[in-house]
Nanobody, 112 residues
Framework: QVQLVESGGGLVEAGGSLRLSCAAS????????MGWYRQAPGNQRELVAG????GSTNYADSAKDRFTISRDNTLYLQMSSLKPEDTAVYYC?????????WGQGTQVTVSS
């Protein structure tokens, strides 16, 4: 089992920055890929950025050039040039061969 705990969300003005963190515990050696997803009210949960065990990254078009994902024993999402449309609950995700794990989510609100 893997437990994921996000932190770092909050209220920020448009153009500002936030860094989200996701602390993983438990069977972290079983984790292959990790990622950040977000879900705004009325929308489906969507991938924001992902990173493999080897460090390869991928980003949603909306996140490219503004967000940076990284990981050590913690998963991070550095977000800059934030826009009101980035407002959502952000979820940490971890995948092993057989399981998918989710954190509880952290709210990010960007005011215009």
């Amino acid at each position: 089992q893997v437990q994921l705990v996000e932190s770092g969300g909050g209220l920020v003005e448009a153009g500002g920055s936030l860094r989200l963190s996701c602390a993983a515990s438990g069977s972290i050696g079983s984790i292959n890929t990790m990622g950040w997803y977000r879900q705004a009210p009325g929308n489906q949960r969507e991938l924001v950025a992902g990173i493999t065990k080897g460090g390869s990254t991928n980003y949603a078009d909306s996140a490219k050039d503004r967000f940076t994902i990284s990981r050590d024993n913690t998963l991070y999402l550095q977000m800059s040039s934030l826009k009101p449309e980035d407002t959502a609950v952000y979820y940490c995700n971890a995948r092993s061969i057989f399981h998918t794990y989710w954190g509880q989510g952290t709210q990010v609100t960007v005011s215009s």
